[in-house]
């Protein structure tokens, strides 16, 4: 028997006519979600910052206020130039 005489079975029909087919749409189909994976994470990255800079806001006006509170409150030894007896706390560098 002569392969020219036989006839391609119907399997090896639909990958042949088939799979270099799928080949454009899978790439496509990549770059598709790598660009909306690539938008969803800089918006996720800004959602983020904003958030950050709020909370940093906040925490800046609460300190910002106890501070002030703890100037005008009359108690003593803490209305200070600045420079405290004790040891030097972490907020000092913000100062």
Known sequence: ???ATQTPSPHATFY?????AMGPVFL???AVFMG??????????????LETKSRIMSLE??????RNTRLHS?????ATTGQ???PK????FWK
């Open 28 to 30: 496509i189909a990549f």
């Open 16 to 20: 042949r006519d088939t799979v270099p």
């Open 1 to 3: 028997m002569s392969t």
């Open 84 to 86: 405290s007896a004790g």
């Open 61 to 66: 006006q609460e300190l910002e206020t106890l």
């Open 36 to 49: 909306l994976k690539l938008a969803q994470s800089r918006l996720a990255h800004e959602k983020f910052v």
């Open 74 to 78: 009359g108690a003593p030894g803490s």
């Open 89 to 92: 706390s972490w907020y000092t």
